[in-house]
C-alpha cells in the first residue's frame, strides 16, 4: 500500500506538482485529429493536467494548443475565430498563431504584439492523433512513434473515453491482469467470437503467476496460467512509462497472434483521465469487423457521447447501466461492453482511492512495480536527471501471448515476440532483458 502521502504525489498532476511536471516530459495524446477537420474550422476545447487549453488547426493545416484564456484580459480563446493564420480573440480582437506569438491588436492604436505570447504547446500529428508537449522545450523527448500510430487505417482502430477517476486509479486497473477472467466473464456467447472467449485459456486457466522485470522504457511483465500439467498459458505485457500499457489483442484463434491492443491513461485534472484504447495488426491481415468497431469493448457510439466530450452513457450517476436480472444470467458483472466494466469498478472506487487502506498479494505485482517506477520518476525529475520511458525504446515493443509446452521457459518462446527489434525496443542495450 501507499501512504496518504505518496498517494497525493502519484494522482495530482496539476501544474507546480511533482507528478504534473513528470508528466510534462511526455508527449501526451491530446484529440483525434478529426476533431479539427480542416483549415481554419472551429477551435476545440480540452483540459490536460489541469489546464484548460484550446486546439485549432490555422490556414496552414498546423495544429496549435494553447491556454485557453487570452493574455490580454483572460477571455476564452474557444470563442475566438479562427482566420489568416490565426486564433483571433473576440473580445479586443488580439490574434495568435501556432505558437503563441501575438499577430495582431486591433483595439491598440500602437500596436506592442510582438511583446505579448500566450502560453503555446508544441503539437505533432501520428496515427490520426494530435499529440502535445507541455514540457520545458529543451528537454522534448523524441516524437511519439509507437507501433500503433505506424499502422495503415485498416489496420488499427482508436477509440477515447473519459474517466471520473483519477488516472493512477485507471492505469492499475489495465495492467491488473489478474481481474480479467472475474470482471469481464461471461454465462451466455452473444457470438462465435464470444463462444471463442468463454472456452479460450484466459477462462480456463488459473490465477495467473505474476513476474515483472524492469527496462528503459518502464517494464515488462507476464502472467503466466497452468492450463494442464503439460501446457501453459502465458501473456506477455508491456508498461511503457508513464501512462501506457500493451496487451496482446486477439481472441482466440491463430490469426490473433498478430494483434496488439494498449491504452494510454492521460490525466486531463486530479479526479479525471481521458482512456485512449487501440488495437492494431501487424500481420498481413486487416483488423477484424469486431475489432474494428470496438463495440464489445464498450467504447463504440452505443456507449460513448462523442459530442459531449466522449463521456461515457453509463456512469455513477445511473448505476453504470447495470442489468441485475443480466447479472445473473449473461455476464458477471450485468454491465455490457469490457471497458464499460473497467470504467465502472474503477469509478466506484471514487475520484481518489484511499490507497493506504489496501491488502495487496502477489497477484498485484504489476501494479506495485508500476508505482515505484513513477516514484522514482518524481524524484529524477526533481533531481534534473531524465526520467525512465522518455527516450525511444518503446518504439518497436509488442504484446504477445501463446500456449506452449509447460517445461519451455516462457522467455524463451515469447521475448522474440515481445522485441521483435532488438536494437531500437531495448533502447541502450542491444537485446532484449533475459
Known amino acids: ?195 471463442a472467449r468463454l472456452s479460450g485459456a484466459m477462462f480456463t486457466s488459473g490465477p495467473p503467476v505474476l513476474e515483472v522485470q524492469e527496462t528503459a522504457y518502464g517494464y515488462f511483465y507476464a502472467g503466466i496460467r497452468s492450463l494442464t500439467p503439460e501446457k501453459q498459458y502465458v501473456r506477455g505485457y508491456h508498461f511503457v512509462m508513464p501512462f501506457t500499457q500493451l496487451r496482446p489483442g486477439g481472441a482466440g484463434g491463430p490469426r490473433d497472434n498478430t494483434y496488439v491492443s494498449g491504452h494510454h491513461w492521460v490525466p486531463i485534472d486530479d479526479e479525471n483521465c481521458m482512456v485512449w484504447n487501440w488495437h492494431y495488426s501487424w500481420g498481413e491481415d486487416d483488423l477484424t469487423p469486431e475489432m474494428r468497431t470496438m463495440d464489445r469493448d464498450g467504447d463504440s457510439d452505443r456507449f460513448v457521447d462523442r459530442k459531449n466530450g466522449f463521456r461515457a452513457y453509463g456512469n455513477r450517476r445511473n448505476g453504470w447501466l447495470i442489468d441485475r436480472e443480466a447479472q445473473r444470467t449473461v455476464s458477471f458483472t450485468g454491465i455490457e461492453g469490457v471497458h464499460a466494466q473497467d470504467r465502472a469498478v474503477q469509478e466506484s472506487m471514487g475520484p481518489i482511492v484511499d490507497r493506504s487502506r489496501e491488502h495487496l498479494g502477489p497477484a498485484d505485482r504489476a501494479i506495485i512495480a508500476a508505482r515505484r517506477l513513477l516514484l522514482e520518476a518524481v524524484e529524477d525529475q526533481r533531481a534534473g536527471h531524465t526520467p525512465r520511458g522518455c527516450g525511444d525504446a518503446y518504439y518497436d515493443l509488442r504484446a504477445a501471448e501463446r500456449i506452449f509446452p509447460a517445461e519451455l521457459p516462457w522467455r524463451d518462446v515469447l521475448l522474440p515476440l515481445m522485441f521483435p527489434a532488438p536494437r531500437r525496443a531495448a533502447g541502450a542495450s542491444a537485446a532484449p532483458p533475459r
Open 1 to 195: 500500500m501507499l501512504s496518504q502521502a505518496e498517494n497525493d504525489l502519484l494522482c495530482r498532476v496539476g501544474p507546480g506538482t511533482p507528478m504534473g511536471e513528470l508528466m510534462r516530459r511526455y508527449w501526451l495524446p491530446a484529440l483525434f485529429s478529426d476533431e479539427l477537420p480542416g483549415p481554419d474550422c472551429p477551435p476545440v476545447r480540452l483540459k490536460l493536467l489541469g489546464e484548460q487549453l484550446v486546439a485549432f488547426r490555422d490556414s496552414q493545416g498546423r495544429v496549435g494548443v494553447l491556454e485557453e484564456a487570452c493574455p490580454h484580459r483572460g477571455a476564452s480563446l474557444w470563442l475566438g475565430r479562427n482566420e489568416d493564420g490565426g486564433l483571433r480573440c473576440v473580445y479586443h480582437g488580439w490574434k495568435f498563431d501556432v505558437a503563441g506569438r501575438c499577430l495582431d491588436q486591433m483595439n491598440e492604436p500602437v500596436q506592442f504584439a510582438d511583446k505579448v505570447r500566450a502560453v503555446a504547446y508544441p503539437a505533432i500529428e501520428r496515427g490520426d492523433v494530435v499529440w502535445t508537449y507541455m514540457g520545458p522545450p529543451e528537454k522534448t523527448p523524441p516524437p511519439p512513434d509507437f507501433e500503433w500510430t505506424r499502422m495503415s487505417p485498416d489496420k488499427r482502430a482508436v477509440t477515447k473515453v473519459w474517466e471520473e477517476c483519477s488516472w493512477l486509479q485507471a492505469l492499475e486497473g489495465g495492467i491488473d491482469s489478474s481481474h480479467a477472467p472475474i470482471l469481464h466473464r461471461q454465462f451466455t456467447a452473444a457470438s462465435p467470437a464470444d463462444a
